[in-house]
């Protein structure tokens, strides 16, 4: 079935760095675009970056662009977030998501994980 | 960037009534050349992750119960639960996809 599932959160002091990864299953993972979208504790949610089904085009949300980076191996059906100088608002759960269009840009999500935690406290 | 502006931000219904939720964003969100609103409604109960209800501000994603509809154009958009079930609690977000990505505040929606 189609499925996502995300790996890599935990507790890292400020300052710290982690890498997120979300393994897909279940579709041609290498068609569509993905996101990711994190849930500070008790809080709304917040899209954070957006890559395309190629790699070519990378977006992200003002309150991450220069410290974290999206990509993705599509031998693998894997996408990655790789963030850096993390700060204590960056405390969430993080969620990857694929895009509901097989097509360039950004659209509705279709497919969600469960999510990986990520503490940034010291 | 565009801002996605939702109300209320709560909502007591009673079992069998109607829910309304609100979603205005900052600029329109329809685009001209195939008159879609990039516009999509979430479902997220405590624990889980989102789930997608309705795209293109209307459409019913598969396997969402009838009772959920969305409606709007332009700017200002609804979601509407018609008979409200004990298992629609949750909190409700809308999201625009016609410029990157924003979420509405979200409206947590309660039984009375």
């Known amino acids: 079935q189609v499925q996502l599932v995300e790996s890599g959160g935990g507790v890292v002091q400020p300052g710290g760095s982690l890498r997120l990864s979300c393994a897909a299953s279940?579709?041609?993972?290498?068609?569509?675009?993905f996101h990711w979208v994190r849930q500070a504790p008790g809080k709304g949610l917040e899209w954070v970056a957006f890559?395309?089904?190629?790699?070519?085009?990378?977006y992200y949300a003002d309150s991450v662009k220069g410290r974290f980076t999206i990509s993705r191996d599509n031998s693998k059906n894997t996408l990655y977030l790789q963030m850096n100088s993390l700060r204590a608002e960056d405390t969430a759960v993080y969620y990857c998501?694929?895009?509901?269009?097989?097509?360039?840009?950004?659209?509705?999500?279709?497919?969600w994980g469960k999510g990986t935690t990520v503490t940034v406290s010291s | 960037d565009i801002v996605m502006t939702q109300s209320p931000d709560s909502l007591a219904v009673s079992l069998g009534e109607r829910a309304t939720i609100n979603c205005k964003s900052s600029?329109?969100?329809?685009?001209?050349?195939?008159?879609?609103?990039?516009l999509a409604w979430y479902q997220q109960k405590p624990g889980q992750p989102p789930k997608l209800l309705i795209y293109?501000?209307?459409t019913r994603e598969s396997g969402v119960p009838d009772r959920f509809s969305g409606s709007g154009s332009g700017t200002d958009f609804t979601l509407t639960i018609s008979s409200l079930q004990a298992e629609d609690v949750a909190v409700y977000y809308c999201q625009q996809y016609y410029s990157t990505v924003t979420f509405g505040q979200g409206t947590k929606l309660e039984i009375k």
């Open positions: 998501a694929k895009n509901g269009v097989p097509a360039a840009g950004t659209y509705y999500m279709d497919v």
């Open positions: 279940g579709f041609t993972f290498r068609s569509y675009g």
């Open positions: 890559i395309q089904s190629d790699g070519s085009n990378k």
């Open positions: 600029q329109s969100v329809l685009y001209s050349s195939n008159s879609k609103n990039y």
């Open positions: 293109w501000a209307s």
